[in-house]
């Protein structure tokens, strides 16, 4: 028992003398450290004129931080319908994080993709130049990570001149390694870069990779993996109409390359199955989907019944039905071009509410591309979807599943 005693003894005299080093060490208490670092992170984000642009869900965020705790905000988000004024707030639960406290453009990117975005945000790194954040509220291991990048005047016209140059380029791109005999065929669609490496027995590995587009060119927050090299970011070279990046000396380049070849039997593998629903847009039609959705709120999906001859949407809940859409399609082999499809429609419609989106820009957008005269490119991408590619205009393409 004496023994006990005297370890409990020393025990407290070690655990006192660690609060004399740490005394010494730090002359303010954890709170006052907090408090600093809080001070520190905002007096960052107003420095100079308190500019910042971010690159988020496929828009350009410009950002005024202000040392009354208000941000004034730009973006190329819903035709800047959605930028307001409002108040931030700089805390921490566990770790220093940025909330934007009212209504404005990141709660409406939100609002459209629950799923995936945010309004608040951990601090992560901070630099001169650059803060990067991850998501507070994402459970997962792939956490949302968003940068802000010290801005200047003109930085979100040039960023809206490079979502132009973007949305003209075609669905038949490629990415190359110079001085390597890698090769990927690259989908760029409204949220998601898929990169379509051809394996020795004929199949296609596919790899999907979060970006977004900048006032240079293109980002990727979580990073590209290609042929054993990371890239960050691709700058646009204007010229030759391409994205360039340089990573241990060497350079990778996603450039327009020829049609592919009709594969064959692709055009039977379509037509195999009646309904199919349209998954993902590419990022020249991205507001084709919201476009529909602003006329019925509910809206939830657009289905394409080959067999039918239909163009449906549904959207649970709509008072009178929850179907409305385009009737009368004709489709069939296109006779000069086998492999692709020829679409034609009578211009019948049907549905209560289907009048209140027919002459949407969405609308429009889905029958040109179903509708080319010239045709529609068909391209397999998984075991049973596919790639509808306007030939008219292949920077407009739709994946079905």
């Known amino acids: 028992m004496k023994n006990l005693f005297y370890i409990l003894v020393l025990s407290l005299l070690f655990l006192s003398a660690c609060d004399n080093v740490e005394d010494a ?20 984000l107003i420095e100079g004129d308190g500019k910042w642009i971010a690159y ?14 208000t941000v004034e905000f730009e973006s190329t988000y819903n035709d800047g319908d959605d930028d307001n004024t409002i108040s931030y707030r700089i805390s921490a639960s566990q770790i220093p994080e940025l909330t934007f406290e009212s209504y404005s453009v990141f709660h409406a990117i939100y609002e459209a ?3 995936e975005a945010e309004y608040e945000f951990l601090f992560d790194q901070v630099s001169d130049d650059r803060i990067d954040f991850i998501s507070k509220t994402d459970s997962g291991s792939e956490k949302t990570r968003l940068s802000f990048f010290k801005s200047s005047d003109g930085d979100l016209e040039e960023a809206k001149e490079m979502m132009a140059e973007y ?44 970006y977004e587009i900048s006032k240079n ?21 204007k010229e030759n109409s391409e994205f360039t990046s340089e990573v241990d000396g060497k350079k990778i380049t996603i450039v327009v390359g020829e049609v592919l070849e009709s594969e064959a039997g692709v055009f039977n593998g379509y037509m195999s199955v009646n309904l199919r629903n349209v998954k993902q847009t590419s990022y020249a039609i991205k507001e084709m989907v919201p476009s529909l959705v602003e006329g019925v709120p509910l809206l939830n999906e657009i289905q394409i019944y080959s067999e039918f001859g239909y163009v449906l949407c549904y959207a649970p809940g709509t008072p009178g039905s929850n179907w409305g859409g385009f009737s009368d399609f004709t489709f069939a082999e296109k006779e000069d071009a086998p492999e692709q499809l020829q679409v034609t429609w009578g211009y019948l419609t049907f549905g209560p509410w289907w009048r209140d989106v027919y002459n949407t820009d969405g609308a429009k957008m889905l029958l040109a591309l179903i509708t080319d005269p010239n045709g529609v490119y068909i391209s397999k991408y998984g075991l049973n979807s596919y790639i509808l590619i306007s030939n008219t205009d292949p920077s407009m393409y739709i994946l079905v599943e």
């Not at 303010?28 to 520190?40: G, K, T």
């Not at 988020?56 to 705790?69: C, L, Q, R, V, W």
């Not at 060119?217 to 070279?237: A, N, Q, T, Y």
């Open 25 to 44: 060490v730090f002359d303010e208490n954890p709170e006052q450290r907090l408090s600093s670092v809080l001070s520190d992170y905002k007096a960052k």
């Open 56 to 69: 988020y869900f496929g828009n350009a965020i410009s950002m005024k931080f202000n040392e009354d705790n």
């Open 113 to 115: 993709n629950r799923d």
């Open 167 to 210: 949305s003209k380029l075609s669905f038949f791109k490629k990415l190359i390694i110079e001085g390597s005999e890698y090769e990927a065929q690259v989908i760029g669609f409204s949220d998601k870069i898929v990169l379509r490496i051809p394996l020795d027995d004929g199949r296609y590995q596919i790899i999907e990779n979060d």
């Open 217 to 237: 060119g293109l980002l990727f927050p979580k990073g590209l993996e290609v042929d054993g090299l990371i890239v960050e970011s691709f700058d646009f070279d």
